[in-house]
Nanobody, 125 residues
Framework: QVQLVESGGGLVQPGGSLRLSCTAS??????????MGWYRQTPGKQRELVAD???????NYAQTVKCRFTITRDNAKNTVYLEKNSLKPEDTAMYYC?????????????????WGQGTQVTVSS
């Protein structure tokens, strides 16, 4: 099927920057990826939306990251990026890539959401 592989996480000082990337790989030649984005989660808390981008380029950001984070997408590479600037300690979380896909079957088309394994971001001095 399809795998979402994230990279770019790590330890960064407050005010620093990171660039996360997520690439969809596998047998995706017949799959349409309608939207890709990023969620984040800390222990004991609900997973929350960080940013999302459609195949048409429409974006949606959480208010807590708007103007600091930028989401972009390369449709040809099936890759979504998250540029993270002016990082704060409260940005520390596991960041998960998600993709909303349209998967053709023998008779019907099924909409599915897939998740990556996550990449840890820690903002600390």
């Amino acid at each position: 099927q399809v795998q979402l592989v994230e990279s770019g996480g790590g330890l960064v000082q407050p005010g620093g920057s990171l660039r996360l990337s997520c690439t969809a790989s596998g047998s995706i030649s017949s799959i349409s990826i309608d939207a890709m984005g990023w969620y984040r989660q800390t222990p004991g808390k609900q997973r929350e939306l960080v940013a999302d981008i459609t195949d048409r380029g429409s974006t949606n950001y959480a208010q807590t990251v708007k103007c600091r984070f930028t989401i972009t997408r390369d449709n040809a590479k099936n890759t979504v990026y998250l540029e993270k600037n002016s990082l704060k300690p409260e940005d520390t979380a596991m960041y998960y890539c998600k993709a909303d896909m349209r998967v053709p079957g023998r008779y019907t088309i099924t909409d599915r959401r897939s998740w990556g394994q996550g990449t840890q971001v820690t903002v600390s001095s």
